[in-house]
């Protein structure tokens, strides 16, 4: 890209299913900023996480790297510094992307969920450091690090990641070098019920949530640790407000963005760590959310909008299955920067997608991979193959007769030379 680089707003949510927004096709939510988004940019349909859990995948977009690979392998409990923690810099020995982006001249800037390790301290080319002390927590005195120092936000912590946004951009906005800033919210993490501000809350007392049917519970629920099982319309009515308050925090990003005439100078990215169930599969929780632990589409399958004013199609949809791991090469390809590890990734530049320019004829040849644990996730647009080892049975789907993931056919005589190329 030509002259000077556009400046990079990447807004990350956590736990949000690609379900649960209106431009996805929920009638029941409301998110218009973020429909507004996807009709001034690209829509991506087929999305996947790496991991159906938030660290693993989280390394994975900054990393370009499987989790196999960057070794964060389940949510990190430990290592963050927060409380009496430790701190430890997981990813001190893998390049990220913003270590490329700070090198090529970005001001780089976070604000909100890091959870990759020591949270007290700038790294992998941050200079700008609003992060959470840990992976997730309450939403009014959230465990947060401000200049270093360990604090308890007394605010509700959604709006608060935005004020921390907004004045990054405020002391950026005039500078000749781009930024990148990201925006990790905590929303709609957990916990829900009686959490967030009623003015969202109230949006959803009368709402029948028939986008989210409470069948029986899936036999391997965890279901001791997750109050949508016992109390699931509470928990859908906080969910759905965690949404729309974050969505109304990104319109607050967009205002800004406009009345400082950056849209045009500024690459806006909205995704999600990872999928979610809210009751789906007779599931309330993603990938950890069973033992053995599952790799449903809800659960893998994240959002992903992409848009730059002027640069990017508008209004477009794009089919093709892309994954976690293709973000980093997509990234760099698209500001015309070079990664000298690139053949040492698994994932491509998907740009000529995000230009409109989709690959046709290709679509049954392309695969993608999640890990979690010990359990593997190979899918193509037809098929799925979920290996265990040691734990729970193999399962396979046929995606076309059976999108809901409904019949295990893996011991479907039919399909065995299938799985056998799969496996």
Known sequence: MAGKKPNVLFILTDDQGIWSMGCYGNSEIQTPNLDKLAKQGVRFDNFFCTSPVCSPARASLLTGKIPSQHGILDYLSGGNGGASQAAIEFLKDHRGYTDILAEEGYTCGLSGKWHLGDGGH???????????QKGGGPYYNAPMFRNGQKIEEKGYITDVITDEAISFI????NKEQPFYLSVHYTAPHSPWINCHPKKYTDLYEDCPFETCPQGEVHPWAKTEVIAGYQKPRESLIGYFAAVTAM?????????????ENLMEDTLIIFSSDNGFNCGHHGIWGKGNG???????????????????????????????????????PTLLDYLGFKN????????KSFLSALMGQEQKGEENSVV???????VRMIRSRKYKLVHRYPFGPDEFYDLEVD?????????????????????
């Open 122 to 132: 700038p790294q992998k080319g941050f200079s700008f450091w609003y992060a959470h």
């Open 170 to 173: 405020d002391r950026e906005k």
């Open 247 to 259: 969505d109304d925090n990104v319109g607050r990003i967009l205002k800004k963005l406009e009345e």
């Open 290 to 328: 069973t033992f053995p632990l599952n790799m449903y589409d809800s659960s893998v399958k994240v959002p992903l909008i992409m848009c730059h004013k002027g640069h990017i199609p508008e209004n477009h949809v794009c089919d093709e299955m892309h994954s976690g791991y293709d973000f980093m």
């Open 340 to 347: 000298d590890e690139a053949d040492k990734l698994p994932g």
């Open 368 to 374: 993608v991979f999640d890990e979690y644990g010990p």
């Open 403 to 423: 999108p809901g993931e409904a019949y295990n056919g893996i011991e479907d005589e039919s399909y065995q030379d299938v799985i056998r190329d799969m496996k």
